[in-house]
């Protein structure tokens, strides 16, 4: 689907917290695993400001880990906060998205 | 950073050559985006311009990343080099000019505004 930047903007965030969430993974894993799930759109430079942002505010532990090839790489795993964040997010678009499925079917 | 390197910036023309001699390793279209990001990094950098070293070097860290991977430039930043920036100097919270600018006016309009006729 094209076009879906605008929305995900807001979401993408909650997307990155679930993916490091399930597992301790790098940049370019995340990017992949977002590409498949079929947000085509998603380039690694946005997720790479996303991961800064996340850092900066204290959600993620950083290990460097040394790669086959290339410089050493950021991997990024869940702190507490980042944990409670993450659930914060999961009530906020269930929350979204119940109201919008509502409006949608013509409820009030 | 010690006080001759406050001064000089000793410190930074240091970090400037070990960046670009990184950069110079990258391939073509990789160091082709690592100039432009330069460029667009600049205007949010202070006086001396130390606020940026941490941004660069993270952005140039990327570039060296995907290029080790494989990846081409357009994959990683897409089209909009401006855009990523931005939001690399917002995410590590460095201002550009535009904003310092806007803090003075409202500084100003507010003491205006506090000194009637003043």
């Given at each position: 689907?094209?076009?879906?930047t ?20 790098y ?27 996340l ?10 880990r ?25 009530a ?6 119940s109201?919008i ?8 | ?11 930074l ?9 990184r ?27 130390r ?9 140039l ?11 081409s ?13 931005a939001?690399?100097?917002g995410?590590e ?15 100003n ?7 009637p006729?003043?």
């Amino acid at each position: 689907m094209d076009d879906l930047t605008e929305m995900l903007k807001g979401t993408l965030e909650g997307c990155v917290l679930e993916i490091i969430g399930s597992e301790e993974t790098y940049g370019y894993a995340i990017t992949r695993r977002l590409n498949e799930l079929g947000f085509a759109g998603v380039i690694e430079g946005t997720v790479y400001t996303i991961l800064l942002r996340l850092e900066k505010n204290g959600l993620v532990q950083v290990t460097k880990r040394p790669s086959g090839l290339g410089p050493p790489r950021k991997f990024y795993a869940l702190n507490d906060a980042g944990r409670a964040e993450l659930a914060t997010f999961w009530a906020k678009w269930e929350y979204l998205s119940s109201r919008i499925d509502k409006l949608k079917e013509g409820g009030r | 950073m010690n006080f001759w390197e406050t001064i000089t910036g000793s410190d930074l023309t240091r970090e400037w050559k070990t960046f670009e001699a990184r950069a110079a390793a990258l391939p073509a279209d990789h160091r082709a985006a690592w100039e432009e990001i330069k460029v667009h990094l600049l205007s949010y950098g202070d006086f001396t311009g130390r606020n940026l070293m941490p941004i660069l070097d993270g952005a140039l860290g990327l570039l060296e990343e995907t290029a080790s991977e494989g990846q081409s430039v357009h994959e990683v930043l897409g089209d909009d080099i401006g855009g990523f920036c931005a939001a690399l100097a917002g995410g590590e919270g460095a201002r550009n000019y535009r904003d310092r600018w806007r803090e003075q006016l409202n500084r100003n309009v507010a003491r205006k505004l506090g000194r009637p006729g003043g």
